[in-house]
């Protein structure tokens, strides 16, 4: 079984899934579990996000910069799984920002995170 994750994030927000954006069962109930603690505000952050830097792909390259949240490919430490890109982005953006709010605010000014 396939599952488009993008509407996870954000129930109310359908987006056409790619095959990017799927994941398989067991994937997806990860990332519903590393997501759980989100308010419905961070998740619809955290979707805007990953809808700028990747269009919800999680194979996406840019340099240096891998998956869905255009992670430096050293923060996710050869585990480019689905489930890994989640936790590390969530990581990533309670240390430097605080909030996945704060981190789309500073996005908006900056156009990357």
């Known amino acids: 079984m396939v599952t488009d994750v993008t509407s996870s994030l954000v129930p109310e927000q359908t987006t056409t ?3 990017s954006t799927r994941v398989s069962a067991s994937q ?10 989100l308010s419905k505000k961070q998740k619809a952050a955290k979707n805007w996000v990953a809808k700028r830097e990747s269009s919800f792909n999680y194979s996406a390259r840019n340099g240096r910069c891998y998956g869905r949240y255009q992670l430096l490919k050293s923060y ?3 585990d480019y799984s689905p ?3 989640e936790k ?8 430097r920002y605080g909030s996945w709010t704060k981190a789309k605010r500073f996005w908006q000014s900056h156009h990357w995170y």
């Open 17 to 19: 899934a790619q095959a």
């Open 28 to 37: 997806a109930k990860k990332i519903a579990k590393i997501n759980a603690g």
């Open 76 to 78: 996710l430490h050869g």
């Open 83 to 85: 489930a890994n890109q």
């Open 88 to 95: 590390t982005a969530n990581k990533y953006v309670n240390n």
